[in-house]
């Protein structure tokens, strides 16, 4: 079984009808992936939440949708974020965040936060996932806290994968978004980016110059979504081009990356195998967007879980 972590923000998702929704980056692919590959993955959310009816609602939410919950933490200050999004004709997305009392920016300032830590640098799980947002979220001695205990991990033997999504707003200044993404992108086995993050972050760029920045990073493979345009993946240095299959209906574009990167370790962390890979990936963030919010209902399965035996393949993770 793969152990995989992720650590980062949920967030409760404003919605029209007021449903009760929950989303944010490293949540939505923990889900996503959790769907995917059932039981023959545990999937930590690591984050913090409040002790409020709302945190009580994502925590029983969250554990009926098969995360493990071990290293979710309780701040009695804080509670949840949250956002909304505003949609133009086309189903790109804007979003509108109140942050200013999520209990997940206080994480490694709770009692508790040193048994994550711990078990991170002791090399417990195979994976651990992070995002850009996961560390812009952070002041600097949280930050610096994260990252020398990824760099413990790695020297253990441990595999980082980074996501690059790119918020602007959270950052101090573009100085220390630059020094910040370079840290994760010296330490990450698997890079998850987008040209548009690049852009935001370095600078706009040909895209012969885009792919040599890239390549740079020899032992990393690369995974760079361009849009509509071809996904790039380059390993050991060879580039790669994956055309983008139409998708006839787009409704909402929110988590559509979150859903991709779900969909691509869900099938290279079984088979290593980029073709498959690519194209769950791609299915995965159509369904996606066929529907509004984060997290929609889905439908596709990979190539591993024909390997699956009745029992769990009939396993239901909401």
Same mark, same amino acid.
């Not at 490694?108 to 812009?136: C, N, P």
């Not at 949280?142 to 413990?152: C, E, H, P």
């Not at 010296?186 to 760029?205: P, S």
């Given at each position: 079984m793969i152990k995989i972590a992720f650590f980062g923000e949920a967030m409760r998702e404003l919605s029209l009808n007021n449903t009760l929704c929950f989303g944010g980056d490293t949540y939505n692919s923990a889900l996503y992936l959790k769907r995917l590959l059932m039981s023959r993955a545990e999937v930590y959310f690591a984050s913090a939440i409040g002790n409020d009816e709302l945190s009580k609602q994502a925590y029983t939410r969250w554990q009926n949708q098969g995360l493990n919950l071990q290293y979710l933490l309780r701040s009695d200050a804080r509670t949840l974020g949250s956002y909304?999004?505003?949609?133009?004709?086309?189903?790109?997305?804007?979003?509108?965040?109140?942050?200013?009392?999520?209990?997940?920016?206080?994480?490694?300032?709770?009692?508790?936060?040193?048994?994550?830590?711990?078990?991170?640098?002791?090399?417990?799980?195979?994976?651990? /996932?992070?995002? =850009?947002?996961? *560390?812009?979220?952070? !002041? $600097?001695?949280?930050?610096?806290? #994260?990252?020398?205990?990824?760099?413990?991990?790695?020297?253990?033997?441990?595999?980082v994968i980074f996501d690059s999504n790119y918020r602007a707003v959270l950052w101090?200044?573009?100085?220390?978004?630059?020094?910040?993404?370079?840290?994760? /992108?010296?330490? =990450?086995?698997? *890079?998850?980016?987008? !040209? $548009?993050?690049?852009?935001?972050? #370095?600078?706009?760029?040909?895209?012969?110059?885009?792919?040599?920045?890239?390549?740079?990073?020899?032992?990393?493979?690369?995974?760079?979504?361009?849009?509509?345009?071809?996904?790039?993946?380059?390993?050991?240095?060879?580039?790669?081009?994956?055309?983008?299959?139409?998708?006839?209906?787009?409704? $909402?574009?929110?988590?559509?990356?979150?859903?991709?990167?779900?969909?691509?370790?869900?099938?290279?962390?079984?088979?290593?195998?980029c073709d498959a890979a690519v194209n769950t990936a791609q299915q995965l963030a159509a369904q996606v967007i066929a529907a509004n919010g984060a997290i929609v209902s889905t439908t596709l399965t990979t190539v591993t879980s024909n390997l699956l035996s009745t029992t769990e393949q009939d396993t239901d993770y909401e």
């Open positions: 909304g999004i505003s949609l133009d004709d086309s189903g790109e997305r804007t979003f509108h965040y109140d942050r200013k009392n999520s209990a997940a920016r206080e994480y490694f300032k709770l009692d508790q936060q040193q048994a994550f830590l711990a078990d991170l640098e002791d090399k417990q799980f195979d994976y651990v /996932y992070f995002s =850009a947002i996961s *560390l812009a979220i952070l !002041d $600097d001695q949280s930050r610096q806290l #994260f990252m020398a205990a990824i760099a413990v991990y790695k020297n253990a033997g441990g595999k101090q200044n573009k100085a220390k978004a630059q020094s910040s993404y370079k840290q994760a /992108y010296a330490c =990450a086995d698997i *890079l998850l980016v987008t !040209d $548009d993050d690049h852009f935001g972050v #370095f600078g706009l760029v040909s895209h012969q110059q885009l792919v040599n920045f890239y390549q740079a990073y020899a032992h990393t493979l690369v995974i760079i979504k361009q849009g509509v345009n071809d996904t790039l993946v380059i390993q050991q240095q060879l580039l790669r081009r994956y055309p983008v299959q139409p998708v006839k209906r787009i409704v $909402d574009t929110t988590g559509a990356g979150d859903a991709f990167a779900a969909g691509f370790l869900a099938e290279y962390l079984i088979s290593q195998q």
